[in-house]
């Protein structure tokens, strides 16, 4: 199994940007899909991007396409978000997410379709 830190959050101002890191440790990170997902306080998590084993492909909700980028750096067996022009909407928790799968699908949008999670990280955007 996988561990996962996320780190990198914190309190920004609108239009500012962020970048958010997901560190693993315990397995082959190359064999995981890595998602990303935030959860804003009285809502549910919901998905934010996903990227591939390779890093080759990624997939992104369409309130952040075009703001959002997700990547990865196997040989550090790291994860990254980088956030663009945030908005006070954007507040929330951030959790990445791992999936066990070598493929190229990354459409997996549901949490229950990753098996391990980090603890979060706090990302705060004001006015």
């Known amino acids: 199994q996988v561990q996962l830190v996320e780190s990198g959050g914190g309190l920004v101002q609108a239009g500012a940007s962020l970048r958010l890191s997901c560190a693993a440790s315990?397995?082959?990170?190359?064999?995981?899909?890595m998602g990303w997902f935030r959860q804003a306080p009285g809502k549910e998590r919901e998905f934010v991007g996903a990227?591939?084993?390779?890093?080759?492909?990624?997939h992104y909700i369409d309130f952040v396409k075009g703001r959002f980028t997700i990547s990865r750096d196997n040989t550090k067996s790291t994860a990254y978000l980088q956030m663009n022009i945030l908005k006070p909407e954007d507040t929330a928790v951030y959790y990445c997410?791992?999936?066990?799968?070598?493929?190229?699908?990354?459409?997996?949008?549901?949490?229950?379709?990753?098996?391990?999670w980090g603890q979060g990280t706090q990302v705060t955007v004001s006015e």
């Open positions: 997410a791992a999936r066990r799968e070598i493929s190229n699908t990354v459409t997996y949008t549901g949490v229950s379709e990753y098996h391990y």
């Open positions: 315990g397995d082959t990170f190359s064999m995981y899909v």
């Open positions: 990227i591939n084993f390779s890093g080759r492909t990624t």
